[in-house]
């Protein structure tokens, strides 16, 4: 089926997406409220979380689904050469280093470094218990179970959607948003639709899952893996908003690179294989 085709028939999937999206947060919140109550560690929790309503929405949709869509990221391959996916792993990483500063920035400007501490405390308490099996099931959880989860709800099941009715950058930028409203973390909010745009771009480019897929591990193995771990909590970092400024800006100009040279390495790779020839991305 053409592309055009398909989209020109798909004026009814933005709605879609929506209504899907809705129901999807609803019982994600619904769940973790009651898995709350469940006497279980915190990293159970999420993970059948993880599996029952991220990756069981996105199972129910596509195979309730007549038919197959165009859009569809392929599992089989990475659409990209073993270079390209480095500097995929690259980017997410410097993305999740620059939402950092951003979350930084925002509670410095705002007062809200008390938020950003029990923020930390609580992640702390998920992936940092006493029990080393634990926190072996927790870093799975994080840089495995949620990883691929999300991606094949985000980037696997609503971007193909949103597909059938918008335009390449208007769906990746969407599927982001989208991505950091689930997370249901306003300090992060911007930085969380960045890294899901990324996300989302990647799987258009590729025609595959599995870069998103490996990117997002990669980001959150750093994040939630290996800087929990550090002796110095971010929280107790005494910068000024200016300092805060300054490494924005080469933490920008460090993602614009990566993002740069990744687009270039998949162009010389002859990338591109899941997006319509009538479009530039």
């Known amino acids: 089926m053409r592309y055009d085709d398909e989209r020109a028939r798909g ?12 129901v999807v947060l609803v019982a994600f ?12 560690h915190a990293i159970f929790q999420v993970a059948a979380v993880q599996f029952v309503v991220i990756l069981g929405a996105a199972i129910l949709y596509r195979k309730l689904r007549q038919a197959p869509s165009s ?8 659409g990209m050469s073993a270079g390209a996916m480095v500097l995929v792993c690259l980017t997410a990483i410097a993305l999740g280093f620059l939402g950092n ?14 938020l950003v501490e029990r923020y930390q405390d609580a992640i702390e308490q998920i992936l940092l218990p006493e029990s080393v099996g634990l926190q072996i099931l927790g870093a799975v959880s994080v840089v495995i179970v949620a990883p691929f989860c999300e991606e ?8 193909p959607e949103q597909r059938r009715s918008q335009g390449v950058w208007a769906a990746v930028i969407l599927n982001g948003v989208l991505f950091a409203f689930l997370h249901l973390n306003p300090l992060n909010f911007l930085a969380l639709a960045v890294i899901g745009t990324f996300l989302a771009w990647v799987t258009v480019k590729s025609g595959s899952i599995w870069p998103a897929i490996l990117g997002h591990g990669a980001l959150n193995f750093v994040n939630g893996v290996v800087l929990p771990r550090l002796p110095v909590e971010t929280a107790d970092v005494d910068v000024e908003l200016w300092e805060i400024g300054v490494l924005f800006a080469v933490m920008v100009t460090l993602v614009a690179g990566l993002w ?3 687009a270039r390495a998949l162009r010389m790779d002859g990338g591109d294989n899941a997006v319509d020839r009538n479009e530039y991305i």
């Open 11 to 22: 004026g009814g999937s933005l709605g879609k997406v929506f209504i899907f999206f809705s």
């Open 71 to 78: 859009f569809w990221p392929k599992f089989s391959g990475t």
């Open 101 to 114: 500063v951003m979350t930084l920035g925002i509670a410095e400007i705002f007062g809200l470094q008390d």
């Open 260 to 262: 740069w040279g990744l």
């Open 152 to 159: 094949i709800l985000f980037r696997g099941t609503i971007l």
């Open 29 to 40: 919140v619904v769940m973790s409220v009651a898995m709350s109550f469940v006497p279980i």
